[in-house]
């Protein structure tokens, strides 16, 4: 029989559309009906119980599903976060979200059905052991903690399978958003209570996007950020000024200001210029084909991260797919010029110990999903 993995990532579902008794400008998931049918597509039908017995089909979510990071806490986007305020902020999530709780609830409980969650960058929150409990709560299909079709992987920054497929968030690629999995939370006589170990890329969201999305709810969602800037500095001066000086101001308090609240090596600081002195935004292909390289097993590489669906396939068989993202993008590249929302997932078919992986856009009930062709 055929089993199948459905990878998705980057959805980025926040608080809801109104939160605290106000239009919440920090929501950029606005799919939700479409993503129920999504889950219930992929566990009826032929992906049901069929004569041959239940079909296996795992969802695999591929980091920065939840958006912690977009969720603010007493009206402030905290950097100093602690297991209470995480809890919280999953909280919010789920009161903002019900129907896609309640669709991967029922996901879960179908025969045959898994869930596994790989964290991203904008999910750190999954660290902390009373979030991940409070989430398998709310999918277990009897609202247990022990459910063994959930599996929030927080060890691990990504999952390899015999069948030669390997999956990563793509995060851990970036210096600005790579992230400690051996070290997740600071604990110290000089806290009140431990901490998450944020990556610069994280305070950046937390203390600058963020506010600047008050006057410009385009700004992290435009590519490439060289044109964005570029333009700004001709049509819309001085926000851009100041956005630029408060990157360099936080930049620096966070880097080279010691802080018991976080931490900054000087190599990843190092790694931090080199790469950014050369492409903001990549696209991460020559990071798939490394890995590739140095395992000739894998046949198929699956990141998300860059919001960017990509189905790259090399002449010697080799395949690297990028998910990209059910939010809005604004592409000012010639390539996808325009706004655009893209419900691209990724979908794997595994027979006879051989993976057959395609990119795929959802499109609804009638065509439930076709193959993307970019």
Same mark, same amino acid.
């Given at each position: ?17 109104? !939160?605290?008794?106000?239009? *919440?400008? @920090? ?5 939700? *009906? ?8 992929? +566990? +009826?039908?032929?992906?049901? &119980? ?14 920065? !599903?939840?958006?912690?990071? *977009? ?42 059905? %898994?869930?596994?969650?790989? &964290?991203? #960058? ?42 030669? /497929? ?13 992230? #400690? ?6 604990? %110290? ?5 431990? &901490?998450?170990?944020?990556? =610069? ?7 600058? $996007? #963020?506010?600047?999305? =008050? ?19 001709? !049509? ?15 930049? $620096? ?14 190599? &990843? ?16 292909? *020559?990071?798939?084909?490394?890995? /590739? ?11 998300? @991260? ?27 590249? =010639? ?26 856009? =959802? ?6 999903? $076709?193959? !993307? @062709?970019?």
């Amino acid at each position: 029989m055929q089993r199948y993995k459905i990878v998705i990532s980057d959805c980025h579902l926040s608080a809801g559309r109104f !939160f605290e008794g106000s239009l *919440n400008p @920090h929501e950029d998931f606005f799919f939700d *009906n479409e993503m129920c049918e999504f889950f219930e597509h992929f +566990s +009826s039908g032929k992906y049901g &119980v069929t004569e041959a017995g239940p079909v296996e089909v795992e969802l695999v979510i591929n980091g920065d !599903f939840l958006d912690f990071l *977009n969720v603010p806490y007493r009206g402030e986007f905290e950097d100093t976060i602690t297991e209470e305020i995480a809890v919280f902020k999953v909280e919010s999530i789920i009161a903002g979200h019900p129907k896609v709780m309640a669709g991967l609830r029922k996901f879960a409980s179908q025969p045959g059905k %898994s869930i596994t969650y790989l &964290v991203g #960058n904008h999910d750190p929150d999954l660290f902390f052991p009373q979030v991940r409990e409070r989430l398998i709560r709310e999918w277990s299909p009897d609202g247990s903690i022990h459910c063994e079709n959930i599996r929030i992987l927080h060890e691990q920054d990504h999952i390899s399978y015999p069948e030669g /497929l390997e999956i990563h968030h793509g995060n851990q690629f970036e210096a600005v958003h790579v992230l #400690n999995f051996q070290k997740p939370i600071l604990n %110290s006589p000089e806290l009140e209570a431990p &901490v998450l170990n944020l990556p =610069w890329g994280s305070f950046y969201v937390l203390k600058i $996007v #963020n506010r600047m999305k =008050w006057e410009r709810d385009y700004v992290d969602k435009v590519r490439p950020i060289s044109l964005f800037i570029f333009l700004g500095m001709l !049509f819309d001066t001085w926000f851009t000024i100041r956005f630029g000086f408060l990157t360099a101001y936080y930049f $620096v308090k966070t880097r080279f200001v010691p802080s018991p609240r976080r931490r900054s090596r000087l190599k &990843v600081t190092l790694e931090i210029f080199r790469q950014e002195s050369q492409n903001v935004f990549p696209d991460l292909e *020559n990071y798939a084909r490394r890995i /590739l390289d140095q395992k000739p097993h894998l046949k198929t590489v699956i990141f998300g @991260h860059t919001h960017r669906p990509m189905n790259r396939v090399w002449p010697d068989g080799r395949q690297y797919i990028n998910t990209g993202t059910w939010t809005k993008m604004i592409n000012m590249d =010639w390539r996808g010029l325009g706004q655009q929302f893209r419900l691209t997932f990724a979908y794997v078919q595994v027979e006879n110990g051989e993976v057959f992986s395609d990119l795929r856009q =959802w499109v609804g009930e009638h065509r439930p999903h $076709v193959v !993307f @062709h970019g």
